[in-house]
């Protein structure tokens, strides 16, 4: 099955600095590849996702690559701001009809004023 | 506002007692729901894929004994811990794939629920 791995474990960066989370995936197969935020004690929401057929996608200070000959996929955040602090989570999924989502380790992000 | 309802959000309750948790898709329909364990400081882990009408599909190393799942209707499955006990206790996170009826904002395949923190004393 699908095993997706996510580096770094814990992240810390200045307000206004970059941010980059970094995850492979095992499995040639999968085409969805969505990032998740997780703030304590809720649910993960989803931040931005991106399909196999494209390479990269941006949506204001979030962006995702993802390199499928190399299985690997990242999460960049610029501008980082103090609200970013949170727990990410990447994810890749095989579409066999419904979407079966394999999550990574998780990065807990901290950003300092 | 959010599009999947779990209640409760927070249980505590006596070890052999049996606590249901309901996970709801709110103005969508879902066909598939499916159920997360959450240890602390640890990732989202699959329990099982509930498919409305039919038994759910459990991953492996879940016992479908202790933990029940029924879809009855395409906006509601419930996950029933039953006789649980403190290593039972866990975040337990529902997500809802829509299928049909107004789309919710974001157009993902998956809304997720806020959880609901089990302890077993």
């Known amino acids: 099955g699908e095993n997706v791995e996510q580096h770094p474990s814990t992240l810390s960066v200045q307000e206004g600095d970059s941010a980059v989370i970094k995850c492979t995936y095992s499995d040639s197969a999968s085409n969805y590849f969505p990032w998740y935020k997780q703030e304590l004690g809720k649910g993960p929401q989803l931040i931005i996702d991106i399909r196999s057929n494209v390479g990269e996608k941006k949506d204001q200070r979030i962006a995702v690559t993802l390199n499928k000959t190399a299985k690997h996929f990242s999460l960049h955040i610029t501008e980082t701001q103090p609200e970013d602090s949170a727990v990410y989570f990447c994810?890749?999924?095989?579409?066999?009809?419904?979407?079966?989502?394999?999550f990574g380790t998780g990065t807990r992000l901290l950003v300092s004023p | 506002g959010a599009v999947v309802s779990q209640h409760p959000s927070w249980v505590i309750c006596k070890s052999g007692t049996s606590v249901k948790i309901e996970c709801r898709s709110l103005?969508?329909?879902?066909?598939?729901m499916f159920w997360y364990r959450q240890f602390p400081k640890q990732s989202l882990m699959l329990m099982a894929t509930?498919?409305?009408?039919?038994?759910?599909?459990?991953e492996q190393g879940v016992e479908k004994d202790k933990f029940l799942i029924n879809h009855a209707s395409l906006t509601l499955s419930t996950l029933t811990v039953t006789s649980a006990h403190p290593e039972d206790s866990s975040f337990y996170i529902c997500?809802?794939?829509?299928?049909?009826?107004?789309?919710?904002?974001?157009?993902?395949?998956?809304?997720f629920g806020d959880g609901t923190r089990l302890s077993i004393l």
């Open positions: 509930s498919n409305e009408g039919s038994k759910a599909t459990y």
């Open positions: 994810a890749a999924s095989l579409n066999t009809g419904f979407q079966k989502l394999v």
């Open positions: 997500s809802a794939e829509y299928a049909a009826g107004p789309a919710p904002v974001g157009n993902q395949p998956q809304h």
């Open positions: 103005d969508f329909q879902a066909t598939t």
